[in-house]
């Protein structure tokens, strides 16, 4: 299933979906439906801008259950934690 779009829920619009769900469960399969490729994969940075600054230890489960959280702000667009220094790509 090369090349299959999605509605984006970060951008609003279609464009290219993951090729496979990220993760199992059901968080995974709705990032697989809803998320586009790009906004994964800036997830993913600042993610690991959030994990480096902050000094996080994924071995947590609220430090896990934080992250999933700080997730699901950023591709609804609302308020996620700011990284010092950290200037999103506009």
Do not use: H
């Not at 697989?32 to 902050?54: F, G, H, P, R, V």
């Amino acid at each position: 299933m090369k090349n299959r779009t999605v509605q984006c829920l970060k951008y609003g619009s279609q464009l290219k979906g993951l090729d496979n769900p990220p993760f199992p469960g059901p968080d995974g399969e709705k990032i697989y439906d809803q998320i586009s490729e790009k906004a994964w994969q800036e997830w993913l940075k600042l993610q690991t801008m959030l994990i480096n600054e902050k000094q996080l230890s994924l071995v947590d489960p609220s430090i896990r259950r934080y992250l999933q959280t700080q997730m699901w702000q950023f591709f609804n667009n609302q308020e996620v934690d700011s990284v010092e220094g950290f200037e999103p790509e506009s």
